[in-house]
């Protein structure tokens, strides 16, 4: 009678949706023909079984800064995180796709879409194209 109750209560073992280890990089890292300045941005998402990384780079900026509070749902993609810049807090809010990063970022100067291809390698030192993939407006 026990065996059969502790049957019934089983539940069936359902196979867990997770992303695979690795680093994934999102960037629209490039250079102005004109001036030779760096523009863009690049965000290094780190999976781990012993947790997650972050970093974010803004062109601006001097090195890569660790993002805090990262939350990163394996079943939607969906992904938040924060990072202190040298302009103050970013706060960021998305997808984290197979081809891209797509989502909102909020500063001082209030929220701002955007859309950063996934990448293999850096494209900081490649001139920038006259489209924008990243920031769909633009930036301090």
């Known amino acids: 009678m026990a065996f059969c109750i502790l049957m019934a209560e089983a539940a069936p073992a359902q196979a867990r949706t997770a992303w695979a280890s690795g680093t994934f990089v999102y960037a629209d890292l490039c250079t102005l023909?004109?001036?030779?300045?760096?523009?863009?941005?690049?965000?290094?998402?780190?999976?781990?079984?012993?947790?997650?990384?972050?970093?974010?780079?803004?062109?601006?900026?001097?090195?890569?800064?660790?993002?805090?509070?990262?939350?990163?749902?394996?079943?939607?993609?969906?992904?938040?995180?924060?990072?202190?810049?040298e302009v103050g807090?970013?706060?960021?809010?998305?997808?984290?796709?197979?081809?891209?990063?797509?989502g909102t970022f909020e500063d001082e100067a209030g929220a701002h879409a955007v859309s950063l291809p996934r990448v293999l390698r850096s494209h900081a030192h490649e001139a920038c194209h006259g489209d924008t993939t990243g920031s769909i407006t633009s930036r301090r």
């Open 33 to 85: 023909p004109q001036t030779g300045t760096r523009s863009g941005q690049r965000i290094t998402l780190r999976r781990s079984p012993n947790g997650n990384g972050l970093t974010y780079e803004r062109a601006e900026q001097r090195g890569p800064r660790a993002a805090a509070d990262v939350t990163l749902d394996d079943a939607t993609k969906a992904i938040r995180f924060a990072v202190e810049t």
């Open 89 to 102: 807090p970013l706060h960021f809010q998305g997808v984290a796709g197979a081809d891209a990063l797509t």
